[in-house]
């Protein structure tokens, strides 16, 4: 179930929004295919680590983050992947793996990929594993103010699973620890 402090921050906002009740899905693949949905309707939201600041970065479900892009973009000293137990506990309510990009609501600042700002709308998991939400861009965008740039690895021939983490860390000399 979509924990109640989400249901109440988007209508407190009045922001319209669609439930969508759906089979357990782990990964953002598997909410594609539970949904029968395109996979560039759905985002998922990746937690990272920039100069020990936990950011959100939504990206759309099949991309992998570019950890130098993030560092970049945000002029970060170091980026990395943040570990579970760095952010479980920022999310109260939300099932591990199913954080939603509710920067405002958490306390943590949210940059978006670019490519999903061309999208009318956003589908994504808000705390469930079993539920996911769907609300337009535009609304998406007055709530959170997010940034908005290029975060995603270009696709290689080679690419792993989707949600297998981008090994090591990025550090500002670009070496890859």
């Known amino acids: 179930m979509i924990p109640t402090a989400i249901q109440q921050y988007l209508r407190r906002h009045r922001v319209p929004f669609e439930r969508y009740a759906h ?10 295919e539970v949904l029968n949905v395109p996979s ?4 998922k939201s990746v937690i990272v ?12 479900a099949l991309a992998s983050v570019d950890l130098r892009q993030v ?3 945000l002029g970060a000293h170091s980026v990395r ?18 954080e939603p990009p509710f920067g405002e ?14 999208n009318e709308r956003l589908l994504f998991r808000a705390g469930s594993h079993e539920e996911a939400l769907e609300l337009r861009f535009q609304d998406f965008a007055r709530l959170e103010w997010p940034l908005v740039a290029s975060f995603i690895q270009p696709p290689s021939e080679e690419s792993h699973a989707e ?5 090591g860390s990025i550090e500002e000399s670009g070496a890859q620890a």
Not at 23 to 32: G, P, Q
Not at 40 to 43: L, Q, S
Not at 163 to 167: A, F, G, K, L, Q
């Open 71 to 73: 560092r970049d973009m």
């Open 163 to 167: 949600d297998e983490p981008y090994p």
């Open 49 to 60: 680590k920039a100069n020990r600041q936990p950011w959100i970065i939504v990206v759309p």
């Open 81 to 98: 992947l943040a570990t579970e137990a760095e952010f479980v506990d920022h999310f109260p309510g939300c099932e591990p793996g199913a």
């Open 105 to 118: 609501l958490y306390g943590m600042p949210v940059a978006i990929d670019e490519s999903l700002s061309l």
């Open 23 to 32: 089979a357990r899905a782990e990964s953002a693949m598997e909410l594609v």
């Open 40 to 43: 560039w309707r759905v985002a």
